[in-house]
């Protein structure tokens, strides 16, 4: 029988951790054939709602889960660990300004870097999901120096499989005659969802919708803004879908995109379409063989190419921040 994966989840006690551990435990992150062990990580004062947590996990009585372990501490949490989902993150406060945020995230993050580096498995894969997380993966993908950069990733898989979902309503299909769609650029309002690679039914995306005022006016800022119109609606973020697509995210890293097809994940930049390199970038991916590469060769026109470089202007930004505050 197959060793049990150790998967990592920090923010274990959060709303997308209770929405993650169980689809990981039942299997839908690594496949049916692979039994998991879980390492949950929290603040100390989150320990006890991740020890309840757990006792449901337990208590699902999950064929594949063969062990639940709680740290507060990173060194220990990611001992050993082949998979890291980076969930727990510090929130924007009221009248935080963006520095303040990165500084507040790099206390987190370099440890974890460090941590990682120090004890994770020889094929750590990192996603990283708490915000600002392309930003956040950058600091804990320095502070691993003896890991492979492109083993830290950030999570845009959930922008988009809301980006399918609006155009598949858009064109009244399904989400599954939809291919090739991107997000570029950062996991932030500056994001770039782009139709214009994109094939339904074996016919281009953008000529399908053949409306470029809804593109720039709907579309877009509906996939950029999505996560506030949640808020305002659940009253609280929107954690199922999170998970759903940190879940995604990795199955497909692991287990490869499907053939004509490729998905959307931020990854460190080789310099592939003027992303300045070492930027952890949101791309066209394939995966295959465990390994993201980014799509080559797609034409980029006038109006994708302003919104990706707005998007990177920002991420560029955000780690010169990080680099001003010595955090990378
Ligand atoms: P959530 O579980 O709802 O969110 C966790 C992180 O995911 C946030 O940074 C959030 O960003 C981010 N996120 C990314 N994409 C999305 C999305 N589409 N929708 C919603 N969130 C998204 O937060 P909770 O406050 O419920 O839980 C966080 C947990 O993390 C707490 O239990 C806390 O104790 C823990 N924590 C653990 C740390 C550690 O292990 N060292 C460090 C810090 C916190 P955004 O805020 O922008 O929505």
């Not at 155009?167 to 090739?180: C, P, Y």
């Not at 039914?201 to 709907?218: H, M, P, Q, S, T």
């Not at 692991?254 to 930027?279: F, I, K, M, Q, R």
Request: net charge negative.
């Amino acid at each position: 029988a197959q060793a049990p994966v150790n998967v990592t989840v920090t923010g274990a006690a959060g709303q997308i951790g209770y929405a993650l551990l169980f689809r990981i435990a039942s299997g839908q992150l690594l496949g049916q054939d692979t039994p998991v062990r879980l390492r949950l990580l929290e603040v100390p004062q989150a320990v006890k709602a991740a020890e309840g947590t757990a006792m449901e996990l337990d208590d699902c009585a999950f064929p594949l889960l063969k062990g639940i372990d709680i740290f507060d501490d990173p060194n220990s949490g990611f001992e050993g660990a082949n998979i890291g989902l980076l969930v727990g993150a510090r929130p924007r406060g009221p009248g935080m300004e963006r520095g303040d945020l990165l500084k507040a995230n790099g206390g987190i993050f370099k440890p974890q870097g460090a941590a990682i580096n120090a004890g994770a498995a020889d094929d750590i894969r990192v996603l990283v999901v708490g915000n600002p997380a392309n930003t956040n993966a950058l600091i804990a993908q320095a502070h691993a120096p003896d890991v492979p950069a492109e083993r830290f990733t950030a999570m845009t898989r959930l922008d988009h499989n809301r980006a399918l979902s609006q155009l598949a309503a858009k064109l009244n299909v399904s989400v599954t005659d939809i291919k090739k769609l991107t997000i570029w650029g950062n996991h932030s309002a500056t994001q770039y969802p782009d139709i214009f690679q994109s094939e339904v039914g074996g016919a281009n995306g953008a000529a399908a919708v053949d409306d470029e005022k809804w593109l720039a006016e709907e579309f877009i800022p509906t996939v950029a803004k999505r996560g506030a119109a949640i808020i305002d609606a659940r009253g609280a973020s929107s954690a199922a879908s999170a998970a759903n697509a940190a879940i995604d995210h990795v199955h497909d890293w692991v287990n490869g995109t499907p053939e004509g097809d490729w998905t959307s994940a931020g990854v460190v930049s080789d310099g592939s379409y003027g992303v300045p390199e070492g930027l952890i970038s949101s791309f066209p991916v394939t995966a295959r063989g465990g390994r993201f590469e980014i799509v080559q060769g797609l034409d980029i026109n006038a109006f994708s190419r302003s919104r990706i470089d707005a998007s990177v202007a920002e991420l560029a930004a955000e780690r010169d921040t990080v680099t001003e505050l010595g955090l990378v």
